[in-house]
């Protein structure tokens, strides 16, 4: 299992990715059981959904490229860039509030599934990028989309186009992440939730509802597609299938 699912006592939902040795990158299991999560949390019983990752080195390093490098085509390359921004959707359109619990570094979809919650707490000291800039790609998962709807023009625009890895000091001044803390990442975000799920969740829900029906009525989920299908084009370029190479040949050799 590259993944974990828990309940924890305050009734929130736990999701952990656990591939440490990988640095929490995302594979179609992990996909399954991001599914599986968001449809469990939907139980009158959660009140909260919270998403980490194992250790203390990386939240999530985006998309495993040594499990993706054989998609070549945009059609092949569509197929899974489709599968997780759908996933982000539904998480994005959850009533329940969202919580990415950066434990460590997060790396370019490891951004966009950030970006899909809520809420981001992150680590004193970790850092994180939007780098698919770098790797002659744009966001394909929804996560630029999403982002330009929650931070202003000119600082999503930054965080994008520059494709750099920041750190968390200045990802809270732009308002990517809300809160960093030094303690253990559990006990934080159970304190930065305090204060948030001590409000009546048919409350919370109700709150939520006015970001999904603006979210709905701009039909975000039809420029998510367009997203997707502008980074499957971009996929199959000589450009970046040169880059996944020598990525895949320098984990080769080490």
Not at 14 to 28: G, Q
Not at 83 to 101: D, E, G, H, N, V
Request: charged share 25%; proline share 2%.
């Amino acid at each position: 299992m590259s993944y974990s699912i828990e309940k924890r006592d305050m009734g929130y939902l736990l999701f952990t990715i656990t591939r440490s040795e990988k640095r929490n990158a995302i594979n179609y299991d992990v996909m399954h059981g991001l599914t599986e999560a968001i449809s469990l949390a939907n139980d009158p019983a959660i009140n909260a959904l919270v998403i980490t990752g194992e250790g203390d080195q990386a939240f999530c390093s985006g998309g495993d490229l040594s499990v993706f490098h054989h998609l070549q085509t945009k059609e092949e390359a569509y197929a899974m860039l489709s599968k997780m921004s759908q996933i982000l959707y539904s998480l994005l359109t959850m009533t329940k509030p969202t919580i990415a619990l950066l434990n460590g570094t997060a790396i370019g979809g490891g951004c966009e599934l950030a970006a899909a919650c809520d809420f981001r707490l992150a680590r004193e000291g970790i850092s994180a990028g939007f780098v698919q800039g770098k790797q002659v790609i744009t966001t394909g998962w929804g996560g630029g989309t999403i982002l330009a709807e929650k931070l202003p023009t000119v600082r999503s625009m930054k965080l994008l186009m520059e494709a750099e890895i920041q750190t968390a000091e200045y990802l809270r001044e732009v308002g990517f992440i809300d809160h960093i803390y030094s303690n253990k990442p559990i006990t934080a975000c159970e304190a930065y939730m305090e204060k948030l799920l001590v409000v009546d969740l048919e409350v919370l829900e109700s709150y939520k509802m006015i970001w999904i029906q603006k979210w709905e009525e701009s039909k975000l989920r039809e420029r998510i597609e367009k997203e997707v299908r502008n980074c499957s084009v971009l996929w199959e370029s000589d450009s970046h299938l040169k880059y996944v190479q020598n990525f895949i040949s320098k984990k080769t050799q080490k």
